[in-house]
């Protein structure tokens, strides 16, 4: 039972995948590039997705539930969409199965070929707006602010856990609204509901920008974008929230009757998050002693582990832990007492660190006879006896403490590894390091392509907050009106 | 805008699509055999899935997700599951769409094809029980109980919205237990929950019982259900819970080491309820006006429509409702405040009504004038005048009466609609007329097979609660320990 975590400096992605495995997030499974997600990490999902829907309902949007399969025509009726989705992603053909004659199996039953082919959905913008078609008349069916918790398919080649896996979770956005003004400033709504997310739920600091040309949504006008650097220097984009104009409701002839009686077409908006905020999750935090969660994304943010001898020891032990857990519990707090007898306590202290529990109390004989109790939080690895009495002040105000010191660290990361690049080779020396640079780009695709073969950089953003401070692009020396994100990407 | 239901007396089976459509539960989409569910028939599913959760995790249950697709191979694995499940089945054959060389549009990509047919999940044992093999080494991991809240593709020919779609939503449960009487005691604590979920939830009386092994789950040695009768004299199955013996273990090589020290099987069971739930909730309360809500699933449980003219009126009425909704939210009633400009309150009142909601409130100028307000209760229709004081009191308990009176109600409804036949013509007679029959039955699947034949009835369960009375089968006359339960069914 010696799990054992490979360092960050001597494997980075074996460590990811050890931290994965043994804290019990994930796993691959049996079909190719299809990942089970274990119920420790479906917990942490859940955390998030409860999260976000409630900030969604918040903001006046309400769930809705679209097919899994698209029909195969649909794709075709945006053209920029079809080129970005409609390639590597699983094809129904076929509707039933029979026994094969000769007795070897189950084979696919070829009179039960599908006319049209079926897509399963990698992204949902076309099937809802052919319903939209439906659902929208007048200007008093505007907005519909529609969210869709859905699993997708993408088929990708080379897959890694929650990064990018052929089948993933996710939520979906799909709005409509009667002015392009309305539906620009639901975008950037958000984008910025999706930045606080991550900073103060995910403990995650990030940059908000809108992604360049190349980079955009396929069939999207405006693609706003919140990145992460993960702390091998790579930026990770953790969530998009897309403008797109009229060109879905033109491709599905989604009009409207305005208060004046015109017919218009529709403005629309789209937006998601996946299950791949988990892996920037355990990029963001974790060490080589396994997961560090922030207590707001913990299934459990505080366990207990009792050091006794016997039953009788235990027995005394647990009266003081139930009436601990209650005052716990009291304050909102969520505990985990672990009594298991089949496991020792240095075992589970091993196993709850490797899960990033936040805090661990831990009482024995001489505790209780002193009145006190041991405190160790898991971000910093430090360890505390603290008397029992209070002892639920203590944790909860720690258990802030811990989701502001993880933000902190992060932001720390941040800057140490943010640069700003004034030439060209100074730009592919600080990529090479790895982090965030900042450089002026004179705004065409092809110098940006250009960085990109040289370099393997991506333009992560055209950032938000970054001042209009005109220069020299790093690459070709044109003219150049504000500096842009650089990052090597995952 | 005026949106009318066809009586059940007339067509019971338009009555039915009429309410999901009014009522804007669902609709049929672009895709043959799947559903779009739409926001208010969503809110009313999460909140059944919200209570379910509860209640799972309760008793100790946790949520994971497995991959939506399932080697074919894995089918063939459990001899009878295959019978059963890999059939009717949407069926993945290649990962890739091309842009036609001739112009016309997307096409499958020949050369991606994949070397074995994915099978859209029916149900998930085969894939989960390939995991729990890893999962699964000593007595210490079990039990093992497993939640998944899921999309599943079943190929029916002949679709109907909520009851039988090709794609649908549920939960699947997925226990390992390490002796037969545990995993048989989990089989019946989920079936009593689903019976509570049903009764206190739904208002939905239910039948718990075994099925006959005609009827049993592929793969199952033992199968419960909860049967529901519906108005038209139907039964519907509402949810089933599987002991599953240890053929899955086998089928899939799950062996633990026992305390002992030796090998053994591992005993599994299985359970699921789905979005059907939706349209028996249609099917046991709505009338010829509309869809009728119990209270603990209404989207908003209460609506307040103002009656005004003019914004004055309208900002006058406004100020004492938000004094109300704020008493009734403080009891955490659900409340929406309809205000809207756009529709008069003879349009609001029908709407509502059509959409079930528990409790509508209505106040006008001389209300105002009068300290009243007028309350009326959408299942008995009965409208009353009540003081505006303590009106939150008043509502409070008027919707733990709906609650009550919808369930009492249904029940008095199975009541009228159950006999018992001591002959076979009395038998086809009753059946005819619709309703639960209960009947001996010699235990053979012959005399069920032609009972079917002859009357479309099948044994809906072996009722838990009847008791063991001797008879003679109503068909055949042979010995019969007890009676059970006929129906044609959904």
């Given at each position: 039972m010696s799990k054992k975590i490979t360092a960050r400096s001597e494997d980075y992605s074996t460590w990811y995948n050890d931290i994965i495995q043994n804290a019990d997030l994930a796993e691959n499974s049996g079909v190719r590039g299809c990942m089970v997600i274990k119920p420790y990490g479906y917990a942490i999902w859940e955390k998030m997705q409860a999260e976000l829907d409630k900030k969604f309902k918040q903001t006046g949007h309400v769930n809705a539930y679209f097919p899994l399969f698209i029909p195969k025509s649909y794709f075709s009726k945006e053209a920029s969409h079809v080129d970005g989705f409609a390639k590597e992603c699983a094809v129904v053909t076929h509707y039933r199965l029979k026994n094969a004659e000769d007795g070897s199996g189950i084979i696919v039953?070829?009179?039960?070929?599908?006319?049209e082919e079926l897509i399963v959905r990698p992204t949902s913008e076309t099937i809802i707006w052919d319903t939209y078609r439906k659902w929208?008349?007048?200007?008093?069916?505007?907005?519909l602010l529609i969210n869709q918790w859905a699993n997708v398919v993408r088929w990708e080649m080379r897959t890694r856990l929650f990064l990018r896996t052929a089948e993933f979770l996710w939520q979906e956005g799909h709005t409509a609204h009667a002015t392009k003004d309305e539906a620009l400033e639901e975008t950037e709504k958000i984008i910025n509901l999706y930045s606080n997310f991550a900073e103060d739920f995910m403990a995650m600091p990030v940059i908000i920008g809108a992604k360049s040309e190349n980079e955009r949504?396929?069939?999207?006008l405006e693609t706003y974008t919140i990145e992460a650097l993960m702390q091998d220097g790579k930026a990770l984009q953790a969530g998009t929230s897309h403008f797109l104009g009229q060109n879905f409701a033109k491709a599905f002839d989604v009009k409207f009757a305005t208060k004046q009686g015109t017919q218009e077409y529709v403005w629309a908006t789209s937006w998601g998050v996946s299950t791949r905020l988990m892996g920037a999750l355990v990029m963001t935090h974790s060490d080589d002693k396994g997961l560090v969660l922030p207590p707001k994304l913990a299934p459990f943010q505080v366990v207990i582990v009792p050091i006794y001898k016997g039953e009788e020891q235990l027995e005394r032990i647990t009266q003081s832990v139930i009436s601990i857990k209650e005052a716990l519990e009291s304050k909102g707090i969520s505990v985990k007492f672990d009594n298991r007898d089949t496991h020792k306590p240095g075992w589970k202290f091993a196993e709850y660190e490797l899960k990033g529990v936040p805090i661990r109390l831990a009482i024995g004989m001489r505790d209780l006879d002193n009145g006190t109790i041991e405190i160790a939080r898991r971000d910093t690895l430090e360890k505390e006896t603290f008397p029992i009495a209070n002892v639920e002040d203590k944790v909860d105000s720690l258990l802030t403490e811990i989701q502001k010191n993880l933000f902190n660290r992060a932001v720390d990361f941040r800057k140490a590894n943010t640069h700003i690049a004034n030439s060209y080779e100074e730009f592919k020396t600080l990529i090479n390091k790895g982090g965030f640079v900042y450089a002026h780009w004179d705004g065409t695709s092809k110098t940006e392509d250009t960085i990109k073969k040289d370099t393997?950089?991506?333009?992560?953003c055209i950032p938000r907050?970054?001042?209009?401070t005109e220069g020299n692009c790093v690459y070709s020396g044109d003219k150049s009106e504000r500096m842009v994100l650089f990052a090597k990407a995952y």
């Open positions: 039953d070829e009179d039960a070929k599908l006319e929208i008349q007048s200007y008093r069916d505007l907005p949504f396929a069939g999207a393997k950089a991506t333009i992560r907050d970054t001042k209009n």
